[in-house]
């Protein structure tokens, strides 16, 4: 499957870091250098979530075998690229057999 933005623009690199930087990335990973430096301390922030949203992220979690900040951090991290890649919230999927779908981003 291929992922095409709506407008051709590419995602700066510090945003695919983001993914590849993690505990756990299965990306390529980065500079032994920028490795050894040490990480931001932890941001603690509260949030209020509707009933829909918790059991959402509940299911999120348990399915990925995930703490629910874990699955936060992940869902924040992609919602970034996403947003870097399809800034309008439009993007293109090209299935293996060529068919075209149109996905919008809410």
């Not at 623009?9 to 990973?29: C, D, E, F, I, M």
């Not at 920028?34 to 999120?60: K, M, Y």
């Not at 999927?93 to 149109?102: A, F, M, N, S």
């Amino acid at each position: 499957m291929t992922i095409e933005p709506r407008r051709p623009n590419q995602a700066p690199q510090s945003v695919y870091r983001l993914l590849r930087s993690g505990p756990g990335s299965t990306g390529p990973k980065s500079d032994p250098a920028a490795e050894q430096t040490p990480r931001p301390p932890l941001v603690r922030i509260t949030v209020n979530l509707t009933g829909p949203a918790d059991r959402a992220l509940a299911a999120l979690a348990s399915g990925q075998g995930l703490s629910k900040t874990d699955s936060v951090n992940r869902a924040l991290q992609v919602a970034a690229i996403l947003h870097a890649i399809a800034p309008d919230g439009h993007l293109t999927v090209v299935l293996p057999d060529g068919t075209k779908r149109e996905i919008h981003i809410v």
